[in-house]
T-cell receptor, first 113, second 113 residues
Framework: GQQVMQIPQYQHVQEGEDFTTYCNSSTTLSNIQWYKQRPGGHPVFLIQLVKSGEVKKQKRLTFQFGEAKKNSSLHITATQTTDVGTYFCAGPGVTGGGNKLTFGTGTQLKVEL | DSGVTQTPKHLITATGQRVTLRCSPRSGDLSVYWYQQSLDQGLQFLIQYYNGEERAKGNILERFSAQQFPDLHSELNLSSLELGDSALYFC????????????FGDGTRLSIL
């Protein structure tokens, strides 16, 4: 079945450093969604990318969808303590699993002062 | 506040028992999704309902069942509980398909003693 992997699994940074998490799907995705889960909280929708090669920005966060629509990345510039949490990518499959949203394995970000 | 309400927040029970988790979706959302998140694990999709009908099934055990009622609230029934069923169970809702953002409730933390 469809698998969505993220690397790294954990990332520990100093406040002010940049952070990137990469998401790779075993199948082509019709769209990719990103969610953030704070410690003890629930996943919160961040953004959705639909087009091949699409890049979207939200303040210090930059999201990119790969040309082949099988990978994506989230880059955070100058991390802050408020960025702490686990970042998940998620995508439905184009075929087979088209009606299921498969979440990636997640990247847990810790930010130190 | 996501608008998705889950009850109860915490549930402690014993092996072999049966429990029911409840979810009220965001106003206007027709789809309800159930996920299981074990400690330090990702989000495992269990099942989706759309406007009262089952739409997709994930890795849901036969001991688990769900339904969505005419008022669109949903219940997840877990029976013959085992220690390994201890987890955080999230409900999410969306307007329609998995191609649309999902809004998560605060979750129900289930502990099996």
């Amino acid at each position: 079945g469809q698998q969505v992997m993220q690397i790294p699994q954990y990332q520990h940074v100093q406040e002010g450093e940049d952070f990137t998490t990469y998401c790779n799907s075993s199948t082509t995705l019709s769209n990719i969604q990103w969610y953030k889960q704070r410690p003890g909280g629930h996943p919160v929708f961040l953004i959705q990318l639909v087009k091949s090669g699409e890049v979207k920005k939200q303040k210090r966060l930059t999201f990119q969808f790969g040309e082949a629509k099988k990978n994506s990345s989230l880059h955070i510039t100058a991390t802050q303590t408020t960025d702490v949490g686990t970042y998940f990518c998620a995508g439905p499959g184009v075929t087979g699993g088209g009606n299921k949203l498969t979440f990636g394995t997640g990247t847990q970000l810790k930010v130190e002062l | 506040d996501s608008g998705v309400t889950q009850t109860p927040k915490h549930l402690i029970t014993a092996t072999g028992q049966r429990v029911t988790l409840r979810c009220s979706p965001r106003s206007g959302d027709l789809s309800v999704y159930w996920y299981q998140q074990s400690l330090d694990q990702g989000l495992q999709f269990l099942i989706q309902y759309y406007n009262g009908e089952e739409r997709a099934k994930g890795n849901i055990l036969e001991r688990f069942s769900a339904q969505q009622f005419p008022d669109l609230h949903s219940e997840l029934n877990l029976s013959s509980l085992e220690l390994g069923d201890s987890a955080l169970y999230f409900c999410a809702s969306s307007v329609g398909s998995v191609n649309q953002p999902q809004h998560f409730g605060d979750g129900t933390r289930l502990s099996i003693l």
